[in-house]
């Protein structure tokens, strides 16, 4: 049977990579929010920006993850370049094509994509998300080149280069508010940052692109899938396209529902900046450095299930170490992680308060997203991309019927401020992410025998991670007066240093691990 090391320097660059490229996401936002707060021109980007981003989702690194990876990882562990080569250059070409039918398709049918995603737009704004849909429309198609260049990538271990490489769209569009925000109205900076969009999208396809070259030699585009491993990813990529787009139904029903709330999409995407920050840097982390090693996996079937079982259990404890502390501290300190990032200019503290009311929903379901990320990426490297499908249809079913009704009607039933319908909706969605959790554990179970953490030791993270916001606590009330990235910092500072200290005291791996290697480098 393959052996598997710990691989947690696999786990670290992807985290690493990710940390930059969000870093620089929260540069533009806050820069984004400075230049367009919580306006109509704020919404309509937000709303174009999600019509198109369908595509990249679609194509993008969940279903490169699913189905090219694995088929990919093998080949590439067994050193068959010539047939790994034809792989890529056949999954290439495919996408190629596709992106540029969808891409056409999306330009041409924007007016009606905007009509049945936000329907409560109406006139300027809606004509604004239309032109601004066009724009970002050829952006995701060359994103979808970016997901093809990390598949090669991690395959070959190249972890950090492809999770960082989003620095540069960021970036880009950065610096094209800056350059043109002084003299530019909102409508014309939103157009100009949206083409910044594209050219960003481009320079990332550009910066990897050289490397996987280096990796691969030789790639010819062809539309050949004779081959076995072809065959293999055309299997896994149909289920794995429809499992995406359930996931994408999910926002765009999300999306649809909050154009009826003046301001509310633009809060979420706020929001939804803060919340994916630790499902991308720990969630995505493990689950990205787990799948080629659980791909290459082989031996007897209960060999298999052994090791798939120690990879996975060792993925949920890292996963919890960090997931849980983040999710208390949104919950408890929301208002001032978006008050330091995002208040200046147009964005004003009570749009900070807003954006906690959703981000304290969506700690709700934070930590059963995660792991169920992992018990999906598992799933895929057991080429099973059907099962993932099933029970994401099922947690999109619940969570649009729960989340119209708590947006819509849940504020009015308890007679409460309509706004506080975000997060009413973010908390819906929340409670059906434990719904897919549970079900894709039952089915893991069923396959490959018991997996899950430690009762006593989840305990032990949500205390620590409670006393700590306690403490941190003590600092916000004696510097409440104040709201500043400094303030900021040194209230999240005292949390962390306390959850550390806590977890470290009460001997859990993680922070044991963590300590020892802080003290050893000072």
Known sequence: MTKGRAHGGAAFLVGAGILFSRLAGLIRQKVFAHYFGASPVADAFNAAFRIPNLLQNLFGEGVLSASFIPEYSRLVARGDQRESDRLAGAVLAALALVAAILVLLGVLMAPMLVALIAPGFTGEKRELTTQLTRIFFPASGLLVFSAWCLGIL?????????????????????????????????????????????????????????VVLKLTGAIRPHLDFSSESSRGVIRNFLPAVMSRGVVQISAYVDSFIASWLPGAVAIIAYAQLLYTLPVSLFGMAVSAAEIPLMSAATGTPEEVASYL??????????????????????????????GALYESGRFSRSDSIWMWQVLAGSTIGLLASTWGRLYSSTFYAMRDTRTPLYYAAIRVSVASTLGYVSALYLPRWLGVDPRYGAAFLTAASGAAGWLEFLLLRREMKRRIGHTSIRRAHTFRLWFAALSAAAIAWGFKLGLESTHTVWTALAILASYGVAYLLLTTLFQVPEAVALTARLTRRR
């Open 154 to 210: 991690n395959s070959h271990r190249r972890f950090f280069l492809s999770y960082a490489a989003p620095v540069v769209w960021n970036l880009t569009m950065v610096a094209a508010m800056l350059w043109f925000g002084r003299g530019a109205t909102q409508q014309r900076l939103v157009v100009y940052l949206a083409w910044a969009s594209v050219l960003g999208s481009a320079f990332m396809f550009a910066l990897q692109l050289p």
């Open 309 to 338: 079982r120690g990879r996975l259990d060792g993925g949920l404890h890292r996963i919890a170490y960090f997931i849980i502390p983040s999710a208390v501290a949104f919950f408890a300190l929301g208002d001032v992680v978006g």
